[in-house]
Structures are given as C-alpha cells and as structure tokens.
C-alpha cells in the first residue's frame, strides 16, 4: 500500500507563509486526484484544494489567492504554498490521493489514500 507523508507544518505568524509537501512512497494506482484537506480542533474536515486528472486546480473560497496547489509527478510531491496565512488556517492539513475502482467513474474520498495530517498553527 503506497503511503502519503505530509511535512512541512509549523508554527507560524498571521502574513506568513509555509509550503506543505505530500511526498507519496510509489505509484499509485488509477489516481485520478490530488487534494489537501484540513481540519481545525472541534470542526469537520473540510476541503481546501484539489487537483483532478485533466482538470484544473480548485479552491476553497476562503483560500482563493492565498494558496496554491501544485505537484511534481516526476518527486511523486504534491504541494501546497500558503500564503497570508491568517490564524483561521489554524488545523491539522491532510494530503489526500482520490483512487478509482476498476471500471468505476468515482472518483471522491471513498476511496481515497489519505495522510497522517500535519499541524499549522498561525499566530496572530
């Protein structure tokens, strides 16, 4: 099983940036997406930006012109530049590789290879 290992977080300023690598362990099999997720204490999981294959990187509104998502297909790296950071982007960030089922056009968080999440914290 290939295995993703997010870096890169830390403790940070509000204005500062930080750049999370995903370096993922192999090949993975039929991916067909590349995301980052994260998850501040006591709220859900949300989404904050995702690369499909053939598609173009999308964002979450409270994202929109700070982050950028980014891979290196040849390091097996996705990435994820933040920048202002603002203490509202305090959360654990998980990389995430969206795989399909043979013959299947699903392609979500079911089946999915996730991360063990690293920790950003923003200072005000």
């Known amino acids: 099983q290939v295995q993703l290992v997010e870096s890169g977080g830390g403790s940070v300023q509000a204005g500062g940036s930080l750049k999370l690598p995903c370096a993922a362990s192999?090949?993975?099999?039929?991916?067909?997406?590349m995301v980052w997720y994260r998850q501040a204490p006591g709220k859900a999981r949300d989404l904050v930006s995702e690369?499909?294959?053939?598609?173009?990187?999308r964002y979450a509104d409270s994202v929109k012109g700070r982050f950028t998502i980014s891979q290196d297909n040849a390091k097996n790296t996705l990435y994820l530049q933040m920048n202002s950071l603002k203490t509202e982007d305090t959360a654990v960030y998980y990389c995430?590789?969206?795989?399909?089922?043979?013959?299947?056009?699903?392609?979500?968080?079911?089946?999915?290879?996730w991360g063990q999440g690293t920790q950003v914290t923003v200072s005000s």
């Open positions: 192999g090949y993975i099999l039929r991916r067909c997406g």
């Open positions: 690369i499909r294959s053939g598609g173009t990187p």
């Open positions: 995430a590789a969206y795989t399909r089922q043979s013959g299947s056009t699903y392609c979500g968080t079911d089946d999915a290879i």
